[in-house]
């Protein structure tokens, strides 16, 4: 599977972490930056990290802030694209299951860095239920996109 991953400056450090940890793991990462802690805006990764992801329906975004919220905001405003901010694997696990979210957005100052690859290898290893209800939902979130 591939996976995209962005961060700005507030989740440098853990995604170089989780970088290295996914890839050991097998994953097949792609890095969108930031490259340092320099500072940066999170929109920018949020939209290269949800643009990718809109190319390829098969690989899963992960992005990365101090909050997560501006990077859920951002990503969200992409069509096709369902973000989720996590902070727990079974979190990551039903965000999946029920809503096919497509990309997993992680708090970087409310997660330890030892239970990032948790959460994201819950998000990446679980697939969408498929159940009627959780499509007619999501049908009804990509009827939203064309208003």
């Not at 989780?18 to 969108?32: I, Q």
């Not at 802030?65 to 501006?70: L, V």
Request: hydrophobic share 40%.
């Amino acid at each position: 599977m591939r996976v995209i991953i962005g961060t700005d400056h507030g989740g440098y450090s853990q995604k170089e972490q989780l970088l290295a940890a996914l890839r050991d793991a097998g994953y097949e990462v792609e890095d969108m930056g930031t490259h340092s802690a320099e500072s940066t805006d999170y929109a920018e990764y949020a939209v290269k990290v949800g643009r990718a992801v809109q190319q390829d329906p098969n690989a899963r975004g992960i992005l990365l802030c101090r909050s997560g919220e501006g990077m859920e905001i951002a990503a969200n405003k992409l069509k096709g694209i369902r973000a989720a901010l996590v902070w727990r694997p079974d979190i990551a696990a039903e965000t999946r299951r029920d809503n096919d979210s497509n990309i997993l957005v992680l708090p970087a100052d409310f997660v330890a860095e030892h239970d990032m690859l948790a959460i994201a290898r819950s998000f990446l290893d679980t697939d969408f239920s498929g159940e009627e209800r959780h499509q007619r939902r999501i049908d009804q979130i990509k009827a939203l996109e064309t208003e």
